[in-house]
């Protein structure tokens, strides 16, 4: 076979002149970062953030089932409260492992399964509120209500059912029983998902067996990537949807109903959380700060680290729920910064991370043309 | 000729080279050739027209990224085609870069990014989906009439990509890939699990299907997607949907009534990713070059028997077409334009900023 160094055209920057005749570039540095760190790699974020991220989920979700289950048998007002706690701790499970964005998630219905958000029609509001004032008892028992929209499955539906209206939700056993049911829902999708990763020839397997070649996964490079694309996913995700798009482009267009979680007054708790996890991500043993250093782009690992710091620390500081924020005058310089921030990380990890490692998926590679 | 904009900043840009140390090899120095591809710049699509020393001559904005280039057989115009599912089909003038007409995709349709003409450049055929159906057609249009559309008619199968005229003058070869889409879902693949990819023949003139040559049962996931047609027969690029353990081979020929696939080693296999992007005969028809952007390669093959004969590392490698020399083709590859033989390999340019797309065209 001929030499695959034999030529290689790279991809570094020229001006558009005359390169001069007969010239052959030299080999890139792509493909000199041993296979076996990126297994390293995707084998540390696995067992250190995923499997952990999925697991609480399913604890959390069993811990909240149970939790309405002694609410709704016996209502109290001390009760209430712990439901509603114990709701916020699914959705921190939840919003830890947001940032998760392939593998078995992805599966059909994908993550909208455990929250359909932004509902940017409405149109899973409706079909919550329709449920709620007909009492449409179809959704009280698993086998119906597994069927039904996401909509009305999912942490979304839960949160409305717990925080909209009024604090008595004690008084009403229908929006009890539903609670209820969805909670219990989440509970086997979650049990689901964890088993999808840990189960026989999982989704685990697919990961750490990448470089033979897996169902999932061409080699390791490229489950290495789906964890980098993950990560700039989740930046995205943040940037656009949590904070841009209830901004609006000036005050006057901001939406405080577009915040995530607005009901329950968590909008910056899941960004933080969301963030948490990219900064895992990159920080634990092995993970992308520890093979950039070990590339020699420490430069790089500690740039990322430090913004992705400041960031958190920014998001710390506010002392109003994002809904508030966004109508706040005086925020608004604040959330813009973070908004800047926040390009300026996804363009990092996007960009410089993914060309430092070697993993930028080139122009062409795009299937289906 | 005119210098346009983007030349002369380059012109003016720094040039840094952040490599190691440049090899030189030797070889004789070419002619200017001319090529168009379409390409990103910045922000911005283009359809350009360049040649081997780097100099632009047409650099056309597009509405959108764009995929083939078609040129007329008079040498007078191109048509560039939008990438699927886009709707857009520029005729743009080869001597003054005017656009002369605007297709549209018909309403309930969209172009797949490839066509041809007639050889009396009369008739221009788009590959195209209907997607209300999901069915594969055929766009013909009348070019005299500013390319009105005079009707569709079936491509045979689903998802038709590139499609070429055969040595006869008169049978369309399409390329389905058998991967249905629909722009509500972008390029989500709504039916991996049925799909049947094909290599039809059609009638151009009475739009008749002769036939439906597949890969056979145990190759449905190999999606045929790219076409060349060679004095003997046609190459076909193609590439697979199937579990990613799997290392398939990518290259079928078309030749006596036949469609089989090249025997492919298992290194190079596993090289190219399960993934060709462009495929082209040299000028003789002895040699097929393919390439595989996601392997970061092109390979060559013999046209004869499909034996592999060797490949070149060229980092997101795609657009591919012979130069008149036998054995030769041009390429591009990232930012880069270049000529390779299956010895050797020059690089010819390199465009500041430039992502070069999948396809490439010599202009004469």
Redesign the interface.
Known sequence: MRSLKAFKAASHQLSCTLLGMMLTVAPAAADQIEGTRFTALSTALTDQVVLPAYENLLDETTALTASLGAYCTAPSNDTVDAVRDQFHLTMDAWQRAQPIQFGPIIDAPGPARFQFWPDKRGTGQRQLRRVLTTQDQSVLVEETLGRKSVALTDLQALEYVLFETSDRITDDDFKCRYALAIAEHQRVLAANLLQAWTGSDGYRTQVVNAANGTDAFFDEREAASAFLNSMAGAIDVVRLQKLDRPMGLTITGARPKRTESWRSARSLRNISLNLQTVQQFLTIDDGFGDLLKATGKEETAQATNELLSSILSDVAAFDQPLSALVEDADARTDLESLLSKLRSLQSLVREQVAQDLTLVPGFNATDGD | MTLSRR?IL??G???????????????A?APRARWMGCR?VGETHYATLFDT??T?HLDVPLPGRG?DIVPAPDGQSVVVMA??PDTFALVINLSTGETHHQLNASPGHHFY?HGCFSPDGNWFYTTENHYETGAGVIGVRNVAQSYKLEGHFSSGGIGP?ELVLMADGETLAIAN?G?Q?HPDTG?T?LNLDTMRPSLTTVDRTTGRLEAIHTLGPEHQLL?I?HLAAGPQGLALAL?YEG?????APLLALYQNGELNLAET?A??A??M???A?SVSYDTSGELVALTC??G?LVSFWSSHDGSYL?????????GIVALEQPGTFGLT????A?Q?TLET??????????????HLVAIA
């Open positions: 030349n380059c012109m840009g720094a040039t840094t080279l952040t490599t190691t140390p440049i090899p030189i090899i030797a070889g120095s990103q020393a780097g632009i995929h990438r699927r990014g990509h890939g991967i889409t390029r693949k999606s997607r590439q579990p990613k353990r799997h290392r080693p290194p190079i596993k090289a990713r399960n993934y992007g952007p996601r970061n060797g490949f070149h590392t060229a980092r997101d490698v795609c590859a990232g930012s880069l270049f390779a390999t020059r690089t010819s340019a390199q465009f500041a900023e430039t992502q070069w797309d999948n």
